[in-house]
């Protein structure tokens, strides 16, 4: 049974790749989540936002309801009619873009010699922590705590450990 198991891990050496693989196959399992229900994405994207009351009204030139601007951050946790941002098309663009970046760590995690793969699976990390980044300090449709740690835990790890190690994994040709 063990040769069957290490028939499917990464040939690689070191552990880098070994993380890769275990992170994307989790990943993998989040986007299925985000198919299945809200309640997970919810507890990430968990601020709380209002209707944008300095928006004009609509007129000929101006549609509110079309303004990346409409929502705001509620003034409290109890501000009468404050939401959440997660819908299901939300959840499943969430799950898409997640099953993407999973794929491509994957593919890494067998092809690390590959430096433009090598270089990818690098991207994905960069654009995962620019993209829970801005949710948190920019958009706040996140608060930190104990679901948002590991997203960032993950992303910073890697993007610390990766270009360190580039030249172990990476053949020049």
Known sequence: MLSTLSSWLPPNTGILPYYMALLSVVSIGNSIQN?????????AYNG?????PSLPAASATFVPEDSVNKLVPAPSPTHKGAADQVTPLAARLFGTWTLLASIVRLYA???LHIGPVYDMAVWTYVVAL???GSELFIFKSMTFG??????FLFATTALIWMPTV???????Y
Do not use: D
């Not at 709380?48 to 944008?52: A, E, P």
């Not at 104990?146 to 997203?151: A, N, R, T």
């Not at 580039?166 to 020049?172: A, D, G, N, R």
């Open 130 to 132: 620019g993209h829970f």
């Open 166 to 172: 580039k030249e172990h994994y990476v053949q020049i």
């Open 146 to 151: 104990k679901p948002q740690f590991f997203p």
């Open 109 to 111: 995690a067998y092809n």
């Open 48 to 52: 709380l936002f209002i209707r944008n």
């Open 35 to 43: 198919l299945l229900t809200l309640h997970y994405t919810r507890r």
